[in-house]
Nanobody, 121 residues
Framework: VQLQASGGGLVQPGGSLRLSCAVSGFSNYATGWFRQAPGKEREFVAA????????YYGDSVKGRFVISRDNAKNTVYLQMNSLKPEDTAVYYCAADTTLGSYYRADEYGYWGQGTQVTVSS
């Protein structure tokens, strides 16, 4: 199983970015996005079930971020809009087939390498 996160970069406040998480060697998995800023704990951002019927967002990103997936491409996306400096972090995608909670990082057994998002003018 491999997860490859991409799409990070430097963006001005108010701008947008779309992250992608390409998954291989896996099927019927739920996927989550987490982020970690320097000196802070890893934070839940968003998650989506295999068929997309269940979607969850962290309070700090509700109304600004949208998670989606294309199972034909084995890819999960995180569209990030109205970005703020406090969104600056390394963003990780994670996946697993059975989750007790979509919000807990320790429920996910497989992780990508992370992609840096920096929001700054």
């Amino acid at each position: 199983v491999q997860l490859q996160a991409s799409g990070g970069g430097l963006v001005q406040p108010g701008g947008s970015l779309r992250l992608s998480c390409a998954v291989s060697g896996f099927s019927n998995y739920a996927t989550g996005w987490f982020r970690q800023a320097p000196g802070k704990e890893r934070e839940f951002v968003a998650a989506i079930s295999w068929k997309g019927g269940n979607i969850y967002y962290g309070d700090s990103v509700k109304g600004r971020f949208v998670i989606s997936r294309d199972n034909a491409k084995n890819t999960v996306y995180l569209q990030m809009n109205s970005l703020k400096p406090e969104d600056t972090a390394v963003y990780y995608c994670a996946a697993d087939t059975t989750l007790g909670s979509y919000y807990r990082a320790d429920e996910y057994g497989y992780w990508g390498q992370g992609t840096q998002v920096t929001v700054s003018s």
